[in-house]
């Protein structure tokens, strides 16, 4: 045979295998869809709403306005810090690192708000905690030091916002609660 022919008749033989190949893969796929149309119904009935739950959640808009107020109250005082908004989860949504804050801030006012939102309650009043349950330290990603206060909606928590850079802990919380009023405003 010559080159030319048989390279035709192995084009010929692996267009026919695959074309086999594919009806059967076509087939095997319309055969799977008709078998799980009814797994799919049986799953669509146990999902109901009861199922469920609602959450209260900062817009970015609402979590940058609340890092903003923080932000602009340390300023006020001459004070170079950090400001994280974290959401329900503990996820950061908004992070502003004031001009020559320093380094350790940044993570410091994340952890300082997932733990005020993780526990609803500001971080000073946590810090007196830790005489009962010292252990409480060793959670990860939390910081028991002053700067952390939670957003509440309904009593409930819905977001952090922590502060660090100022000499103190106290100076850091009330920044905090300064970006908890921009958000009354």
């Known amino acids: 045979m010559k080159t030319r022919t048989r390279v035709l008749t192995g084009t010929a033989l692996a267009v026919a295998l695959g074309a086999g190949t594919f009806g059967a893969v076509g087939a095997n796929a319309a055969q799977a869809e008709v078998q799980s149309a009814p797994a799919a119904a049986a799953a669509k009935k146990e999902v109901g709403e ?3 739950t609602t959450s209260t959640h ?5 979590a940058t306005r609340a890092a903003q107020g923080a932000l602009e109250a340390a300023r006020k005082e001459n004070q170079k810090v950090t400001v994280a908004v974290v959401d329900r989860n503990g996820n950061t949504i908004v992070t502003l690192r004031g001009d020559g804050a320093g380094p350790q801030s940044y993570e410091s006012a994340q952890r300082k708000a997932f733990t005020a939102v993780s526990w609803n309650a500001p971080t000073s009043v946590l810090v007196g905690r830790l005489a ?3 252990n409480l330290k ?3 990603g ?3 030091l002053g700067g952390g206060v939670p957003v509440q909606a309904g009593g409930a928590p819905v977001a952090g916002i922590g502060v660090a850079g100022a000499p103190s802990g106290d100076l850091d919380e009330k920044f905090a609660k300064a970006g908890v009023e921009a958000l009354e405003q």
């Open 138 to 140: 060793d959670i990860p």
């Open 50 to 52: 009861k199922n469920f």
């Open 132 to 134: 009962q349950a010292p």
């Open 142 to 144: 939390t910081l028991f």
């Open 58 to 62: 900062l817009t970015v808009d609402a």
